[in-house]
T-cell receptor, first 112, second 109 residues
Framework: KAGVTQTPRYLIKTRGQQVTLSCSPI?????VSWYQQTPGQGLQFLFEYFSETQRNKGNFPGRFSGRQFSNSRSEMNVSTLELGDSALYLC???????????FGPGTRLTVT | GQQLNQSPQSMFIQEGEDVSMNCTSSSIFNTWLWYKQDPGEGPVLLIA?????ELTSNGRLTAQFGITRKDSFLNISASIPSDVGIYFCAGSGTYKYIFGTGTRLKVLA
């Protein structure tokens, strides 16, 4: 089975711009979660989607949003980028509720 | 954001040594999981634990779900150079997934 894929792998944006990241889960997985990883804050939960509905949301500003499509693929959008948004953004998919999650390789976002 | 307390933060060990790390929380979790992350990659699931007191092995790795449901332990036996990386614990509850601060492992050949 193919693993979780994320595109693009690397991205450089300028402050104030917006960005959209994409995640394709493992086939059959209906739950997709997004995380932000930085050296200072570690792995922080952004939100989780299941069957196109957001089930849970972390403590991030409204500039961070996401959605899930009927084929379980998910996108994450960050508007009005700030320097502090530079991070590795990880997507994880799962099937057994929220218990087991399988991560993609991540998208490395650099905001200049 | 909320993180679980993981110790030690980092450790250097000799190849062939056994390694132990743990993870503690002030909250109860239904599931404990352990992941390993290599530089520039996403975390890889190593072991999942579903019941208090459960002891599960995956090759040279053994993990335990604490009786109080507030902690978990991971042991690596006979470490090898490819064990180097960052190990994360994660606690999972209803629609909630909290990660530990990570243990950075370096193995000296």
């Amino acid at each position: 089975k193919a693993g979780v894929t994320q595109t693009p792998r690397y991205l450089i944006k300028t402050r104030g711009q917006q960005v959209t990241l994409s995640c394709s889960p493992i086939s059959g997985h209906r739950s997709v979660s997004w995380y932000q990883q930085t050296p200072g804050q570690g792995l922080q939960f952004l939100f989780e989607y299941f069957s196109e509905t957001q089930r849970n949301k972390g403590n991030f500003p409204g500039r961070f949003s996401g959605r899930q499509f009927s084929n379980s693929r998910s996108e994450m959008n960050v508007s009005t980028l700030e320097l502090g948004d530079s991070a590795l953004y990880l997507c994880a998919s799962g099937t057994r509720g929220p218990y087991e999650q399988y991560f993609g390789p991540g998208t490395r976002l650099t905001v200049t | 954001g909320q993180q679980l307390n993981q110790s030690p933060q980092s450790m250097f060990i000799q190849e062939g040594e056994d390694v132990s790390m743990n993870c503690t929380s002030s909250s109860i979790f239904n599931t404990w999981l352990w992941y390993k992350q290599d530089p520039g990659e996403g975390p890889v699931l190593l072991i999942a634990l579903y019941k208090a007191g459960e002891l599960t092995s995956n090759g040279r790795l053994t993990a335990q779900f604490g009786i109080t449901r507030k902690d978990s332990f991971l042991n690596i036996s006979a470490s090898i150079p490819s064990d180097v990386g960052i190990y994360f614990c994660a606690g999972s509850g209803t629609y909630k997934y909290i990660f530990g601060t990570g243990t950075r492992l370096k193995v000296l050949a």
